[in-house]
């Protein structure tokens, strides 16, 4: 299971403004809530307080309602997230074979922890419990890529050249 806190600072979160959200919200008039809910992950790539908040006010919806639905469901996020999202297996067969040092590599090397997004929202950071390539141990998976066989050293390597075409 993928294990998410959205810890972003909140200086770094990008707001919509009040006409964008009255604008999408528009829009969205009498689409149910989770409906509601994904189209607005899908414009700002996670869902910004204010918007749940007008939510709210305009469904007639309790707002503990809204979040109780947004915290049950693991793809719903409360903080922007980085575009690559990094996947560190934590398994058993990767963590025999390394995986903890290879996750404290990645976390030195992008300078987050778990749960938590880069500054310039490029990376994002998640470990699972097994990305199903045991033989690969130590895995981690940047958004649908593979890569095995991991050292502290390649990790490092690796997210440098990431998105660059190397
Ligand atoms: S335990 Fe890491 S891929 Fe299965």
Redesign the pocket.
């Known amino acids: 299971m993928t294990q998410s806190h959205d810890t972003t600072p909140a200086s770094e979160i990008p707001e919509p403004t009040p006409e964008q959200i009255g604008s999408l919200l528009d829009e969205l008039a009498g689409v149910e809530l989770m409906g509601m809910l994904q189209s607005v992950q899908q414009r700002w790539g996670y869902l910004p307080a204010p918007v749940l908040r007008e939510i709210a006010r305009r469904t007639r919806t309790p707002l503990s309602r809204i979040y109780g639905v947004v915290s049950f469901y693991a793809n719903f996020h409360t903080a922007p997230r980085g575009r690559h999202t990094v996947r560190a297996?934590r398994?058993?067969?990767?963590?025999v074979r390394g995986?903890t040092r290879v996750l404290s590599a990645i976390e030195r090397t992008l300078g987050i922890t778990e749960g938590q997004s880069t500054p310039d929202l490029e990376f994002c950071l998640e470990t699972v419990?097994?990305?199903?390539?045991?033989f690969?141990?130590?895995?981690m998976m940047i958004d649908g890529e593979y890569f095995g066989n991991l050292t502290p050293e390649s990790v490092q390597t690796i997210l440098a050249n990431y998105g660059t075409g190397e």
């Open positions: 297996c398994g058993t067969a990767c963590h995986a419990a097994c990305l199903g390539t045991c690969l141990g130590p895995v």
